[in-house]
C-alpha cells in the first residue's frame, strides 16, 4: 500500500505560478512511476504528467508542455509539479498517482487531491 498526500494548491491569477508536491508513504517510492492527473467541474479526468522511477523520463500532455515540469526525488519521497504560465483551464483538483508500470492513464495508488484555481 502507497500512501500518497498532496500540497500546494492554491489560487492563483493567470499567468502565475503554482508548485505542488506529493509526499509518499508506506512502500519504496523509486519502485513507483509516478503521475499527476486533474479533473475540473464537469469534466473527465485527465492526463497531466508523470515521471518514470529513476526520474529520467517524463511525459506530458501537449495541454502543459513547456508550462509544467514534473520531478522527484526519492530521498524525500516526493514528486513535484511546477506550474507555470496558468491559466484559467488549468483549474482543476489534481491529483498525484503511483503505479509499479508507467501506463500513461492507470494508477495503482491516489491521493486526496489538492485544489488548484487560476483566475483570469
Known amino acids: 500500500q502507497v500512501q500518497l498526500v498532496e500540497s500546494g494548491g492554491g489560487w492563483v491569477q493567470a499567468g502565475g505560478s503554482l508548485r505542488l508536491s506529493c509526499a509518499a508513504s508506506?512502500?519504496?517510492?523509486?519502485?513507483?512511476?509516478m503521475g499527476w492527473l486533474r479533473q475540473a467541474p464537469g469534466k473527465e479526468r485527465e492526463f497531466v504528467a508523470a515521471?518514470?522511477?529513476?526520474?529520467?523520463?517524463?511525459y506530458y500532455a501537449d495541454s502543459v508542455k513547456g508550462r509544467f515540469t514534473i520531478s522527484r526525488d526519492n530521498a524525500k519521497n516526493t514528486v513535484y509539479l511546477q506550474m507555470n504560465s496558468l491559466k484559467p483551464e488549468d483549474t482543476a483538483v489534481y491529483y498525484c498517482?503511483?503505479?509499479?508500470?508507467?501506463?500513461?492513464?492507470?494508477?495503482?495508488?491516489w491521493g486526496q487531491g489538492t485544489q488548484v484555481t487560476v483566475s483570469s
Open positions: 498517482a503511483a503505479t509499479r508500470i508507467y501506463r500513461r492513464d492507470q494508477y495503482d495508488y
Open positions: 508506506g512502500r519504496t517510492f523509486s519502485n513507483y512511476a
Open positions: 515521471i518514470s522511477r529513476s526520474g529520467g523520463s517524463t
